[in-house]
């Protein structure tokens, strides 16, 4: 139970804190349309970008210290997914912090591209990665599972983190950013919640399950995290900006929550391990309500520029 907590809120907090990064990446020549606008928007990302990359690091080191058959598994099923995901992870990182390292306007606008289509291939390959592992591990006989689950998943993943970074840009900015960043993410919240309960009516019609547990309480979950647009949309058309980061992260919890349920994995840990594990994980969380304690005001010209 304990690697299986760890696991899940490691993930989780990769899902939402990175999200949030991937949905400002995705979004930045949207929200910002003058390089100095778009300047200001990475700027307001600033300290961010590393801290929620640390989950996903810790989430890699749980899975192979605590799972490792489902590391394996995994690995076999989806081998292209997990190095789509690291290129573009790799690629994504190059865009921000080599974007502002020449002045020339050409290589600045290739770089902010490169950020753009990174931060689309990320989620996106996150999010059938998931799909996948839902749907292979064990492998389903419908071959229509396999594709249309991963599919949905996909797609859920890329609109999840648009909401989040548009609003994280909303709550980190002021003015003419805010209103953009709050307009997009009222647009893009619909098809969040939509895709969201596409993907659970799916998993409940073509994948069969081994019980009414397993039948119901994943689906639930998930339809739980499309509701959560009910719960961010009018917080968000009221200016309500923390109310509505907050439904909205647990949009991008909730998944992850239904697919561990879902999936149930077995630990498989060396003893000592566990007490490693343990010692670490109030560090890596007082570290991290230490940045978001400090970066928690939007930025002003008095912050310093990171990229």
């Given at each position: 139970?304990?690697?299986?907590?760890?696991?899940?809120?490691?993930?989780?907090?990769?899902?939402?804190?990175?999200?949030?990064?991937?949905?400002?990446?995705?979004?930045?020549?949207?929200?910002?349309?003058?390089?100095?606008?778009?300047?200001?928007?990475?700027?307001?990302?600033?300290?961010?970008?590393?801290?929620?990359?640390?989950?996903?690091?810790?989430?890699?080191?749980?899975?192979?210290?605590?799972?490792?058959?489902?590391?394996?598994?995994?690995?076999?099923?989806?081998?292209?997914?997990?190095?789509?995901?690291?290129?573009?992870?790799?690629?994504?990182?190059?865009?921000?912090?080599?974007?502002?390292?020449?002045?020339?306007?050409?290589?600045?606008?290739?770089?902010?591209?490169?950020?753009?289509?990174?931060?689309?291939?990320?989620?996106?390959?996150?999010?059938?990665?998931?799909?996948?592992?839902?749907v292979w591990l064990p492998p389903q006989p419908s071959l229509t599972a396999r594709?249309?689950?991963?599919?949905?998943?996909?797609?859920?993943?890329?609109?999840?983190?648009?909401?989040?970074?548009?609003?994280?840009?909303?709550?980190?900015?002021?003015?003419?950013?805010?209103?953009?960043?709050?307009?997009?993410?009222?647009?893009?919240?619909?098809?969040?919640?939509?895709?969201?309960?596409?993907?659970?009516?799916?998993?409940?019609?073509?994948?069969?399950?081994?019980?009414?547990?397993?039948?119901?309480?994943?689906?639930?979950?998930?339809?739980?995290?499309?509701?959560?647009?009910?719960?961010?949309?009018?917080?968000?058309?009221?200016?309500?900006?923390?109310?509505?980061?907050?439904?909205?992260?647990?949009?991008?919890?909730?998944?992850?929550?239904?697919?561990?349920?879902?999936?149930?994995?077995?630990?498989?840990?060396?003893?000592?391990?566990?007490?490693?594990?343990?010692?670490?994980?109030?560090?890596?969380?007082?570290?991290?309500?230490?940045?978001?304690?400090?970066?928690?005001?939007?930025?002003?010209?008095?912050?310093?520029?990171?990229?």
């Amino acid at each position: 139970m304990i690697w299986t907590v760890l696991l899940v809120g490691a993930l989780a907090g990769w899902a939402v804190l990175d999200g949030m990064t991937q949905g400002l990446g995705a979004t930045v020549r949207q929200v910002g349309r003058t390089p100095g606008e778009r300047r200001t928007v990475l700027t307001a990302l600033g300290p961010f970008l590393l801290a929620g990359e640390v989950w996903l690091i810790a989430g890699a080191g749980i899975l192979l210290a605590g799972f490792p058959e489902l590391e394996k598994d995994l690995w076999f099923v989806a081998y292209p997914l997990v190095v789509a995901l690291l290129v573009t992870w790799v690629l994504r990182d190059a865009g921000v912090w080599l974007r502002s390292r020449q002045p020339g306007t050409r290589w600045r606008a290739g770089w902010e591209r490169v950020i753009v289509v990174a931060s689309v291939g990320l989620p996106l390959s996150a999010g059938a990665l998931l799909g996948t592992a839902l749907v292979w591990l064990p492998p389903q006989p419908s071959l229509t599972a396999r594709v249309v689950v991963p599919v949905l998943t996909a797609l859920s993943a890329v609109a999840v983190t648009r909401v989040l970074g548009t609003v994280f840009v909303a709550v980190r900015t002021s003015g003419i950013l805010r209103e953009r960043a709050t307009r997009l993410a009222l647009r893009t919240l619909p098809w969040s919640a939509g895709l969201l309960a596409a993907s659970a009516i799916a998993y409940v019609v073509l994948v069969p399950a081994g019980g009414p547990f397993d039948a119901v309480l994943p689906p639930l979950v998930v339809l739980a995290g499309s509701g959560s647009a009910l719960v961010a949309r009018p917080a968000l058309a009221h200016g309500r900006l923390h109310r509505a980061l907050g439904a909205v992260v647990a949009g991008g919890v909730l998944p992850v929550v239904a697919a561990a349920i879902a999936l149930a994995p077995v630990a498989t840990p060396a003893p000592t391990l566990e007490l490693v594990l343990l010692a670490c994980v109030p560090v890596l969380l007082a570290a991290q309500a230490w940045v978001w304690w400090t970066f928690r005001h939007p930025v002003s010209p008095r912050d310093a520029v990171f990229y």
